[in-house]
């Protein structure tokens, strides 16, 4: 599970002004990964690939990053990958 402290660490952040921010940002990155591979799956079954916890703090540093501008900016390349190898894994599975 990704933390807090995970992503502001990542970002260099020495405050707690953005707190509340950063964990939203950390539950909407988590439910976006999860409805990208499949919105339908069981509670933990997504959470437990090891790409998963990277890959949420990867996209709420990005919003983080990002949130001042209006920007058409994509999705970092990286997030891309890790949301299609998890999915791979879940469909050769299920």
């Given at each position: 599970?990704?933390?807090?402290e995970?992503v502001?660490?990542?970002?260099?952040?020495?405050?707690?002004?953005?707190?509340?921010?950063?964990d939203?940002?950390?539950?909407?990155?988590?439910?976006?990964?999860?409805?990208?591979?499949?919105?339908?799956?069981?509670?933990?079954?997504?959470e437990?690939?090891?790409?998963?916890?990277?890959?949420?703090?990867?996209?709420?540093?990005?919003?983080y990053?990002?949130?001042?501008?209006a920007?058409?900016?994509?999705?970092?390349?990286?997030?891309?990958?890790l949301?299609?190898?998890?999915?791979?894994?879940y469909?050769?599975?299920?």
């Open positions: 599970m990704v933390k807090i995970d502001k660490n990542s970002l260099r952040i020495d405050h707690d002004l953005d707190d509340d921010l950063i939203q940002l950390i539950y909407t990155a988590s439910s976006y990964i999860k409805s990208a591979i499949d919105s339908e799956a069981l509670e933990g079954e997504i437990g690939y090891k790409q998963f916890d990277w890959s949420v703090s990867l996209l709420a540093q990005h919003w990053l990002n949130r001042q501008e920007t058409s900016e994509r999705m970092p390349i990286t997030v891309q990958s949301i299609q190898q998890m999915r791979g894994a469909y050769a599975t299920h």
